[in-house]
Structures are given as C-alpha cells and as structure tokens.
C-alpha cells in the first residue's frame, strides 16, 4: 500500500512539472511539407538548443523571457525568429527553403584560378589559431546512436535466428555527458545518463566530437585544413551566401586521388573569420564509409563551434553487412579565450593581394619576426598567411617549453556517474534535445518490456547460485579427471591463482621427440602493492625419444605493467630449438612433418640455470640483463621417422643444422654467457587515459644495443666468444600516402674462438608456406639457418604499406578493405654474397589474410621464387570505428 502511494505522488509531481515546463516545440519542414530530420534549433541567449526527429518534430525548454532562436538546416536559409516565452509551451512550425547562392569570379595574376584557393589558403592559414583561441570550453552532449546488421552470409542466418537477430535495430544507445576541453590537449568527459540496448561494437563517434577539424588530421585523415591539404585535395568555390549577417563560402572538397584517409564532399567558410560555418563529409577507412556532418555557431559572438554533429559508418565484413548511425547535440556553452590572441585582425593572401602583403613584409623587417607580427596582431592590422603560421608555431614552442609533460599528446578523462543507468523517463524527456518517434516510443517500450523478463531471468536465476556468484552444483573434487588432461585455473584467494595446463591442451610431433605432450603448473599471487610474484613448473614427454623434461622458474615483478622491475630464475632439464629467438612454431612444423614428411625444426637438451633482471620504462625504454649456465647435449639422430603421408624421395635427415663452423660440434657442450639489452625510444609520445599512460604508435624510432659474451673456465664452460649487436626500427605513418616500416640489424663477433651452435647469430628465416612470421622483419624464403653466422652481419627490411597502387585503383577492391604492399629484405654475411628479397603481397584478403609473391636473388643473380600465405598486416591494430 505504501509502495502504491509514493508511486501515485510520484506520477502526479511529474505531471505537474510537465504541466508547467515552457518553451516553444512545433514542426520544421521544407516548402513541400516534408519533415527536415536534425534541423538544429539554438537559443543565443543561454546556449540551450534541440533537434528535429525523423518527423520534423521538434521541443525546446526555455524559462519565461525572450529569446533569440535559430533554426539551421545545412543546404538551407538559417531563420532567425524572436519569441518570447510565458508559463506554457508554444506551438512555432517553421519552414526552412533552399540555400540560394551567388556566384563569383576571381582572375588572379592573369590564371583562372578558382576562387576557393585564396578563401581555403586564408582558412588554412588561421585553422591554428582557431585551435588555440579557446582556452578553455565545457559543454552538454547528447549522443544518439543506432546500428543495425543489414545483411548476413548464408551460413550464418540460421544460427543467427535462434538468437533472434535480424536485420531490424540491433542497438540502440543515448547518453548524456558534460565534455571539458583544456587547452592544448585535455578533454574530460562525466556521463551523467545513458541508455543502452545492444553493443554498439565500439563504434562511438565521440573522436570526433573531441577532435578538430583544425587539426592536419582529424581521425587519421587528412583535414582539408590541414597546410598540407593543397597536396591532397582540389577545390572549387560554389557559391557563397549570407547567414546572420555573415558571409558564407561554399567550398567543394574533392580528393585529388579518391580512396581512404581524405574527405569528400562540401566545407562552408565564414568570410574574414575564416571559421567553419558547417560542412557535410564522407571518407573511407579500410573499406568502411563514414559520413560527418556538423553544423557551427557562434558562441558569445567570439568563436564558433559545433552545436550538432552527424555520424554514420556502412560497410561489409566477411558477408555481413552493417551500419551506424549517430547524432550529437552540444549545448549549455561555457568557453574562456586565449587572452594572448587577439580577437579580430586581417589575413592577407600574398598571391592575391600583393601590395598588402609587401608593405606587411617592410614592416616585418623594421622589428625582430615574432615581435613585428604579434605587435599587427594586437592592433587588428594586416598579416600575411605565412607571419600567420610562423608565430602560431612560435607561440606553440613556447608553450610546449613551459608544459610538465611534452611527450603526453592527449590526456582524456572518462566517467560515469553512479545513478547514470537509472535515470527515470522524466529525466530523459527534459535532457533529450530531440522528441522519440511514435516508432522510437513503441521500439523503447518494447525493449523495456524485454528488459524486464530478462531481469526477472536473472533474478530467478539467482537462486542456482551461491553467494559468492558461483553456480550450485554437484561438488567436485579439486582436481577432476579431465582437469587434469587439459586445462583450469583455481582461485586460491583474492589474489592467488594456480593455472593448469594439461598436456592434451599441447600435443605435438617432431622426428627427435615423435609425439609429445607438454603439461604445466604455474600460482600466481598479486602483491598488495604493485607488483605479482609466480612460480611454476613445466613437465614434457616424447614418446618415441621415450624421455622425459622438465623445468622451473619464478618471477617477482614490482611496479605495474608500464614501470616495473622483474626478477626471474629458471632451470631444469628442457629442450630447446638451436635458433632460440627466431623459433619454428611447433604446431605448424607438426602439421607439415605429418602431412608433408617435412621437418624444420633442430633441437638439442640443456641442463641449466638462469638469472635475469629487467627494468622498465613505461615504452620510452627497457634494460635486460640475463646470466645462463647450460650444459648442452646434442641428438644428432632422429628417433621417429613416422608420416601420415610418407614420400620416397624425402626424409627428415639428421638433427644438427646445417651451419658454416670450421669444425664439427661435439655432442656435449658446457656454455656460461652473459647478455644485456638495451633499448630506447627517445621521441616516444602517449595518451593518457582516466591517469593510465598508453604509447602511441608510430611515433619515436627504436635504438637496440645488445651484448652477449661466453665466458670460458666457469663451470668447465667452453664458450669463448664476444658479440655487440646493434639496431634500429622505425615506423612512419606517411598520412594519405601510406605505411613505411624500416629495420636494420647489424653486429660483429669480435672474439670468436667458441661459439655453439645456439649462440651463432640467426636469423628470422622461413620455408612454410603457411606462415605466422612478422610481415616486417622477417624473410620469407631463407633458409632457417643457412647464413648462420659467428662473425659480422647485416640485415635490412622495408616494407610500404600502400594507399593505392595496382588492384587498390579499382574502387570496388578498396571497398573490400584490401590493401597492397612491397617488401625488400636484406641480409649480408660472409657466405650470403648479397642474399636479397623482393615481394609483392594483397593483404587484408577477407579482412584476415595475406597473399605473398616473393623473388629471392644471390650474388644480384636470380635464386628462387615463392609464395606465401599469412595472417593480414593490419590485424590487431586500433579499432576501425571512428578511430
């Protein structure tokens, strides 16, 4: 009874509050009555604003006063309309008409050049300053987002209608945020509601509702704001109009070479502001197709900002076929401006207005650069494009001196508040800047409906579960017979686990073992502190060799997975691949020993113990330091010669690589070395995230310094050797251009009186076809130890990424997401005379899968050809949605 009561007042207060809202709601169409969906509807006076639905519908809160009101629809007259507001809504239909343009033409220096080079020379030119001209902004952000799946393969659908999917709405989503920028790469974001049905597949637009298009780039296209947009785009000026007072340039964006990372379509630019008015774009990334318009006001009359933005991405993967589709809506501005930029001042374009800019330059010359172009700043006077951009450079120096952590290129802050799940339909209902639909209504009270049977599920579900969240059931041992063959994890406590992997979870063959199994059991306990402390042990049995293995280590780690330092000691009796670093993974020679009676793996057995120390400098450096003790003891013979299908001009000949050494191995060996590695990434930048620093990639070369030393006399040790190796790798992002990857790895043994064969230097080598090695700095046709060396090397790796280049020209092939690469590799030892390889590859084959042509030459004459197949270069790189 008293539930019914607070429920009944509950009711009755939110009528009443309904009852006495105010503002003005009504329609917004064109002049054939069709409804004008996300027309922006923006109060000047308190920044408040609201958006049209798929009906033209549209409502907007106002307190009782008089307000100056907007009504925006891209392609369209903006109306401005003043209304004055009592206790109650008031109904105000309105009814936009066509953009009507007027054209002009402009001769400059007796070319026919297009108007719009001077007006996109003088926008790209104070594109920086608009990014620095706000110290500070906060704003309300509503989020709309739908998606859907439009079509699925064949083999899919059945099993997709048992989990009731379909081609209707898949996800749905709103939420509300305040957003804070603070200059120059601080954004804050507090969600204060959301509503969410379906996974949204990570495809918020809110990259774009932080990101600028004042930037060079802006979700890793090229900006046609960007100095280096004339490289990319051309542009045609349509037309211009006038908006508020304003005069409005309609631009035409079209990409000089069409494909992905640069925009297609129409940017609007305010004449001597040089601000974004609106702009309506499209642009691809792997394949996908993202749709953004936005639409500025001015704020305060001092800047202008987005106050409605539109996103949508449509594409096909692996036969399914999606699309997204979200609105954003910005309201309730606070800004603050830069106080060391001035308001209001002239930009001169010096390929137009010669004289102007010739009297700027005298000026410039009286007085030091920097101080001459600020001192015209202050007083509102005349200034080229180029002072322009040589003191927004300055200025942003000067900056960048005075900040705590120059290497930190964003710091972004996400929240969400503790009651944002549970907002009530009233609350929805006055924070919503656009009215639902009759179908939204019925779709979200269907999906509330469901929502509630689902709840109602998982409470009845509760009761086959303890209270703890773990699920009643029969009681079982600690160790069941199929844990034990394959593999669990206990929870010990809090922070204890023990982790099992039993050995059918690793089964595989090779001629020296034949069949094996690989156990292990390993605790691991996290320190109360930072820092994990595990220990563990691992077992193997070959059953042809009829011999078993095993080792053991432990590990302390103290600090987080960014800044740590790891101790680690490790033996035991164990097997081991002569070329350690560079390894043949067993599972794949285990399929081409059965099925092709080929084998490429080489082992031997040591006894050992090791001690290592690391250290960790976030990604900026790594420091490692390792000593081993080892007695080796080679099988020169195979023990199994089994294959599934056996060939008689093949057998898997004997363990011992085929190396270049001046003098056979014995079958025992005693080795004590020592090593360390250093690396460092001078220049490398990062994000920070909710306080947790991540590494941008791409963004700092990588130096290697390696030493490695056998030490002969300890322990009966026989390896008397000494090698510095050296290296280097850099990535770079060649925006609208493509992707190049470099890596050079050279070294000399200057002492090399004993090498085993497990410390000669070698290298990534491969001779499958059927390959997972590293599409960058590995070779494809080398074989495994070939030019194993023990004394000077030299090895190299490019490898280009194209944007476009034979098959990607065909527009239907980049739709696809496929990519095309060339390769080169190098490798130069004593016995290698100049081995090289040359590759063409289709990467990105169903967005999985790499197609490889590959030429190797020796001594610069023709050795062999081949082909490969892999796993897609661009597989497990960031996120594709409006990233």
């Not at 939204?440 to 009845?460: F, H, L």
């Amino acid at each position: 009874m008293l539930y019914r009561s607070i429920l009944t007042l509950a009711l009755v207060l939110s009528f009443q509050s309904f009852l006495q809202a105010s503002g003005i709601r009504g329609y917004v169409r064109d002049a054939n009555g069709n409804p004008l969906e996300y027309t922006t509807i923006y109060a000047q006076e308190n920044g408040l604003g609201a958006v049209t639905n798929a009906e033209g519908y549209y409502q907007l809160s106002l307190q009782p006063g008089t307000y100056t009101v907007l009504f925006q629809f891209l392609g369209y007259e903006t109306k401005v309309e003043k209304v004055t507001i009592g206790d109650s809504f008031q109904d105000l239909d309105m009814v936009l008409v066509p953009q009507t343009f007027q054209l002009k033409q402009v001769v400059v220096g007796g070319s026919d050049e297009d108007p719009a080079y001077t007006v996109m020379r003088k926008a790209i030119a104070k594109a920086e300053y608009h990014r620095m001209q706000i110290d500070r902004y906060q704003a309300q952000v509503y989020v709309k987002g739908s998606g859907r799946i439009k079509k699925t393969p064949f083999f899919a659908r059945k099993a997709l209608k048992k989990e009731g999917i379909d081609t209707s709405t898949a996800f749905t989503s709103e939420s509300v945020s305040i957003v804070e920028y603070i200059r120059p790469n601080t954004f804050n974001e507090r969600v204060i509601s959301v509503y969410k049905h379906g996974d949204d597949n990570d495809s918020s637009p809110m990259n774009y509702v932080n990101g600028s298009f004042y930037q060079p780039e802006i979700a890793g296209a090229v900006s046609p704001l960007s100095p280096k947009s004339f490289g990319f785009y051309r542009f045609k000026l349509e037309g211009f109009f006038e908006d508020r007072g304003f005069f409005i340039n309609k631009i035409r964006v079209q990409p000089r070479s069409r494909g992905e990372d640069v925009f297609d379509g129409y940017i609007y630019i305010v004449e001597d502001l040089w601000a974004i008015h609106s702009l309506d774009f499209f642009t691809y990334k792997l394949g996908f197709k993202f749709d953004i318009k936005q639409v500025y006001t001015p704020i305060q009359e001092v800047a202008w900002m987005p106050v409605t933005a539109q996103f949508g991405v449509d594409g096909n993967i692996l036969g399914f076929g999606f699309e997204y589709q979200y609105l954003a809506s910005l309201k309730d501005y606070e800004i603050e401006l830069n106080p060391d930029l001035p308001k209001d001042f002239t930009v001169i374009d010096e390929k137009l207005e010669k004289q102007l800019a010739k009297e700027a330059e005298a000026i410039r010359k009286e007085k030091p650069k920097t101080a001459a172009i600020s001192e015209k700043l202050s007083n509102g006077e005349e200034v080229s494009r180029k002072d322009l951009r040589r003191l927004m450079r300055e200025y942003e120096k000067e900056e960048r001196k005075l900040e705590e952590e120059p290497e930190v290129i964003s710091n972004t802050s996400y929240k969400v508040d503790s009651n944002a799940y549970n907002q009530d339909s009233t609350f929805w209902a006055e924070v919503r800047p656009l009215p639902l639909t009759t179908y939204e209504v019925r779709g979200y009270t269907t999906r509330d409906s469901i929502a509630k049977v689902e709840i109602k599920e998982q409470e009845e579900a509760k009761a086959h579960f303890d209270s703890t969240g773990k699920r009643l059931r029969r009681k079982r041992s600690f160790f069941d017979n199929l844990d034990l063959l394959f593999s669990r994890t206990w929870r010990l406590s809090d922070r204890g686990r023990l982790q099992l992997n039993g050995p059918f979870s690793d089964v595989q063959f090779n001629p020296l073992e034949g069949f094996n199994l690989s156990s292990g059991l390993e605790y691991r306990n996290s320190l109360k502190k930072n820092g994990r402390f595990s220990i563990g042990i691992d077992g193997r049995y070959g059953f042809s060799w009829r011999r078993f293995n095993f080792k053991g280590d432990a590990q302390l780690r103290l600090g987080n997975s960014r800044n740590n330092q790891v101790f680690a000691v490790e033996g035991g009796r164990y097997l081991d691949q002569f070329n350690g670093k560079h390894r043949v993974p067993e599972f794949i020679n285990t399929f081409y020993t059965l099925l092709y009676e080929r084998n490429f793996i080489h082992l031997y057995e040591k006894e050992y113990g090791a001690i290592s120390y690391s250290k960790k400098w976030d990604a900026t450096a790594n420091l490692k330091i390792s000593t081993e003790w080892a007695n080796r003891r080679l099988y020169p013979n195979f023990t199994s010669t089994q294959s599934w299908f056996p060939k008689d001009d093949r057998e898997y000949g004997d363990n011992i690589p085929d190396l270049v050494a001046d003098f056979p191995y014995p079958n025992r060996e005693k080795a004590f070395t020592i090593s360390a590695q250093f690396e460092v990434r001078p220049w490398q930048k990062y994000r920070i995230r909710n306080g947790r620093r991540s590494s941008i990639d791409r963004s700092s070369p990588t130096f290697e310094l390696g030493y490695r030393k056998g030490i002969q006399g300890i322990a009966e040790s026989m390896t008397n050797y000494d090698l510095v190796d050296i290296g280097y790798r850099q990535e770079f992002n060649i925006t609208g251009r493509g992707k190049l990857d470099a890596r050079i790895n050279t070294g000399i043994f200057f002492n090399n009186q004993y090498v085993g064969l497990a410390d000669f230097k070698h290298f990534p080598g491969n001779q499958i076809v059927f390959t997972t090695i590293d599409p960058v700095a590995s070779f494809r046709m080398l074989p495994f130890y070939e030019f194993s060396t023990q004394d000077k090397y030299l090895a190299g790796h490019l490898h280009y990424q194209f944007r476009k280049f034979l098959l990607t020209r065909i527009w239907e092939i980049q739709l696809m997401g496929i990519k095309e690469n060339v390769f080169v590799n190098y490798l130069a030892t004593p016995s290698s005379q100049n081995y090289i390889e040359a590759g063409y590859s289709i990467d990105n084959i169903f967005r999985v899968f790499r197609l490889e042509l590959v030429t190797s030459f020796q001594d610069w004459k023709y050795r062999d050809f081949g082909i490969r197949i892999g796993i897609a270069s661009n597989l497990g790189e960031d996120g594709f949605i409006f990233e």
